[in-house]
C-alpha cells in the first residue's frame, strides 16, 4: 500500500510540473501553423490585470504537452466516428465534413432546415439581372456560378443523424426558381458533378478537406462550358485534361483534418495535373489600389493557349483550382478572391477590359441574399 502511494503521488506530481518544465517559445503551432502567443514583454505602465492577462495568453498556447495531447486526442476521437472540433464531423469511411453553424452556416445546408422565402429568391433572380444587364451596357459578358459543398456531392458519407427528409437543399430550390423565371446566366453545379461522380471512381473532393481536388475542377470546368453553351467556351477537350491528372503527394486539401490537429499523419495524396502547365505566367496585383488590402488572392495568369480575350474570375477558395482552367479559354485570366461592390467591379473591368466575367461562390456563401439592386 505504501508504494502504491509514492506511485500514485509521483503520477500527479509529473502531471503538474511536467508540463511546466517543458513550456515553449514557439512562434507558430507544430501541428495548426497557428501564430502563438509567446513570453509577453511586461511594461512598467501595465496594470496587474494586463499582466495577468498577458501571462495566461502566454501558458494558454505554450503549456507544455499541450499539441501532443490535442493531437492524440483528436486521433482516439476520429478511430470512435467523433470530432475534437464542433465544426468538424467524421461520417462514413472516416469522410470529413465542414459543419459550422457560420462561416455560411454548412450545417444549414446539410440538414435542409431552411429555404429561401419567395421574397428573397426574386432578390437573387434579381440582383443577378442587374448584373447581366449593367455588364452588358458596357460590353462584357456576366456569368454566375455556384461550386456545390462537399457535403451536397458526397451525401452517402453523411452520418445517418444528419441526413434530412427533404429531397431538395435551399440552393437547388433557387436554380429552380431561376430556371422557371428564364435567369440563364447561373448555373449550379451539382447535377453535372453527381453525375460525374456517379460513374467516375475517383474522388471529385478531398476526403479530409472541405474543396474539390484537381480532377473535380477539370469537370466542373467542362460542366461550366457545356452549360452555358457559348462558342468561346466550346474548344475545350477534357478527356486530354483527365489524363493527366495522376496521384501525387502532399498536394491534398487538409483543412478539416487541421482542425481536428490530425492533418500531419493522415494521407496526403490526391490527384492532381502533374504533366501540364495550364498557364505559363502568374504576376500578383496591387490588393490595396482595390480596398483588397485582406491578404487573399488577387493576380493575372498568361495562358499557353493561342486563344484570344481577358476573362475576369471573380471568387472564393474554390475559385484556386478553377480559375486557371479558364487558360484554356482565354489569353489571360484575373482572379479576385473577393466578392466586390459596383464600384470595385466598375474600376475593375475599367482596368483590365475583360470581355467575360465570371462570378463564383462556394453552395454555403449563397445564405447571404443580396438586394435585388446591384449596388
Known amino acids: 500500500m505504501k508504494y502504491y502511494q509514492y506511485i500514485v503521488s509521483a503520477f500527479f506530481f509529473l502531471?503538474?510540473?511536467?508540463?511546466?518544465?517543458?513550456?515553449?517559445?514557439?512562434?507558430?503551432?507544430?501541428?495548426?501553423n497557428k501564430k502563438l502567443n509567446r513570453f509577453p514583454n511586461l511594461e512598467e505602465n501595465d496594470t496587474l490585470g494586463q499582466s495577468v492577462?498577458?501571462?495566461?495568453?502566454?501558458?494558454?498556447?505554450?503549456?507544455?504537452?499541450?499539441?501532443?495531447?490535442?493531437r492524440e486526442a483528436g486521433h482516439f476521437l476520429y478511430?470512435?466516428?467523433?470530432?475534437?472540433?464542433?465544426?468538424?464531423?467524421?461520417?462514413?469511411?472516416?469522410?470529413?465534413?465542414?459543419?459550422?453553424?457560420?462561416?455560411?452556416?454548412?450545417?444549414?445546408?446539410?440538414?435542409?432546415?431552411?429555404?429561401?422565402?419567395?421574397?428573397?429568391?426574386?432578390?437573387?433572380?434579381?440582383h443577378i439581372n442587374e448584373k447581366v444587364s449593367y455588364f452588358s451596357e458596357i460590353g462584357?459578358?456576366?456569368?454566375?456560378?455556384?461550386?456545390?459543398?462537399?457535403?451536397?456531392?458526397?451525401?452517402?458519407?453523411?452520418?445517418?443523424r444528419l441526413k434530412p427528409n427533404n429531397s431538395k437543399s435551399r440552393c437547388e430550390d433557387l436554380f429552380d426558381h431561376f430556371r422557371n423565371n428564364g435567369i440563364e446566366r447561373a448555373l449550379f453545379l451539382l447535377d453535372s458533378l453527381t453525375h460525374v461522380n456517379m460513374r467516375e471512381s475517383r474522388n471529385l473532393y478531398s476526403k479530409f478537406g472541405s474543396h474539390w481536388n484537381h480532377l473535380g475542377t477539370a469537370y466542373a470546368h467542362e460542366a461550366i462550358s457545356s452549360g452555358f453553351r457559348l462558342p468561346k467556351f466550346e474548344r475545350v477537350d477534357t478527356d486530354s485534361i483527365?489524363?493527366?491528372?495522376?496521384?501525387?503527394?502532399?498536394?491534398?486539401?487538409?483543412?478539416l483534418a487541421k482542425l481536428l490537429t490530425m492533418h500531419k499523419s493522415m494521407n496526403d495524396t490526391d490527384f492532381a495535373l502533374v504533366s501540364d502547365e495550364l498557364y505559363k505566367n502568374k504576376v500578383y496585383l496591387d490588393r490595396k489600389k482595390y480596398?483588397?488590402?485582406?491578404?487573399?488572392?488577387?493576380?493575372?495568369?498568361?495562358?499557353?493557349?493561342?486563344?484570344?480575350?481577358?476573362?475576369?474570375?471573380?471568387?472564393d477558395s474554390f475559385g484556386e483550382h478553377l480559375a486557371p482552367?479558364?487558360?484554356?479559354?482565354?489569353?489571360?485570366?484575373?482572379?479576385v478572391w473577393y466578392r466586390p461592390n459596383r464600384k470595385m467591379f466598375y474600376e475593375l473591368v475599367n482596368d483590365f477590359n475583360p470581355d467575360y466575367i465570371i462570378e463564383q461562390r462556394v453552395e454555403r456563401y449563397m445564405s447571404a441574399v443580396p438586394p435585388p439592386r446591384f449596388e
Not at 510540473?17 to 507544430?30: I, T
Not at 491528372?245 to 487538409?254: N, R, T
Open 15 to 32: 502531471c503538474i510540473v511536467l508540463p511546466l518544465v517543458l513550456v515553449g517559445n514557439n512562434e507558430r503551432s507544430l501541428i495548426t
Open 53 to 70: 492577462e498577458k501571462i495566461e495568453a502566454y501558458f494558454d498556447d505554450q503549456y507544455g504537452l499541450k499539441e501532443v495531447v490535442q
Open 79 to 126: 478511430s470512435i466516428g467523433s470530432s475534437s472540433n464542433k465544426v468538424v464531423t467524421v461520417g462514413e469511411d472516416g469522410w470529413l465534413f465542414y459543419t459550422s453553424k457560420n462561416d455560411g452556416n454548412p450545417f444549414k445546408d446539410i440538414v435542409r432546415t431552411e429555404y429561401y422565402t419567395e421574397e428573397q429568391k426574386q432578390n437573387w433572380a434579381e
Open 140 to 160: 462584357v459578358e456576366y456569368y454566375f456560378i455556384v461550386a456545390p459543398n462537399k457535403s451536397s456531392i458526397y451525401r452517402e458519407f453523411i452520418p445517418d
Open 242 to 255: 483527365v489524363q493527366k491528372i495522376e496521384l501525387k503527394d502532399g498536394v491534398a486539401d487538409m483543412d
Open 291 to 315: 480596398g483588397l488590402d485582406n491578404g487573399r488572392p488577387f493576380y493575372s495568369l498568361e495562358s499557353n493557349s493561342i486563344e484570344e480575350g481577358t476573362l475576369l474570375f471573380v471568387g
Open 325 to 335: 482552367y479558364f487558360c484554356r479559354n482565354f489569353k489571360t485570366v484575373i482572379v
